[in-house]
């Protein structure tokens, strides 16, 4: 019977072996960087997609609030429409400028001019598009910025529901 004594140690393998396998690793390793670096798309054709429905927001606040001076029976709802829309693209706005790195988030927020609608029917239209295009984008979207997109989609909803049956 062999005795488990007669087993020397560990084997070792020599030093410059050692720093073969670890210069291979950090270069597998900096090639797997450098392929990830490359896939993501930087050539400018990857729009944020709440850029669009910042903007979409804008338009409607504009547009509820130019109607105010036309529909003053509904003065009160026209003015909630347009402090919620604002805010909903001032959210947009912020959460696109943390996803691209800025510190503030005015170079998407734009003035727009009010659609020239009409009517409350029009706007209701306008609203459930708005609805729609955030219901939408909150599909393709996860964790927060599909909570946000899917909650403005949900407010949207709600103003037309409730502010403008």
Same mark, same amino acid.
């Given at each position: 019977m062999q005795s488990l004594s007669s087993h020397t140690?560990?084997?070792?393998?020599? +030093? +410059?072996?050692?720093?073969?396998?670890? #210069?291979?690793? %950090?270069?597998? #390793? *900096?090639?797997? *960087?450098t392929v990830a670096a490359c896939s993501s798309d930087d050539s400018g054709q990857s729009v944020d997609p709440l850029i669009a429905l910042s /903007?979409?927001?804008?338009?409607?606040a504009a547009t509820a609030t130019a109607m105010v001076a036309k529909f003053p029976d509904r003065a009160t709802a026209?003015?909630?429409?347009?402090?919620?829309?604002? &805010?909903?693209?001032?959210?947009?706005?912020?959460?696109? &400028? /943390?996803a691209a790195g800025a510190t503030t988030a005015s170079a998407t927020?734009?003035?727009? &001019?009010?659609?020239p609608t009409t009517t409350l029917d029009? *706007? +209701?239209?306008? %609203? /459930?598009?708005?609805? /729609?295009?955030?219901?939408?984008?909150?599909?393709?979207?996860?964790?927060? +910025?599909?909570? *946000?997109?899917?909650?403005?989609?949900a407010a949207c909803a709600a103003e037309v529901a409730v502010l403008l049956p």
């Open positions: 140690g560990p084997a070792t393998m020599p +030093r +410059r072996s050692v720093l073969r396998i670890a #210069g291979a690793g %950090l270069g597998l #390793g *900096l090639a797997g *960087l /903007r979409s927001a804008r338009q409607d026209l003015t909630q429409i347009g402090t919620e829309r604002t &805010a909903h693209a001032d959210a947009f706005d912020t959460e696109i &400028a /943390r927020a734009t003035a727009v &001019a009010p659609e029009q *706007l +209701r239209s306008t %609203l /459930r598009q708005s609805q /729609r295009e955030a219901a939408g984008v909150a599909r393709t979207l996860s964790g927060y +910025r599909a909570g *946000l997109t899917g909650s403005v989609g």
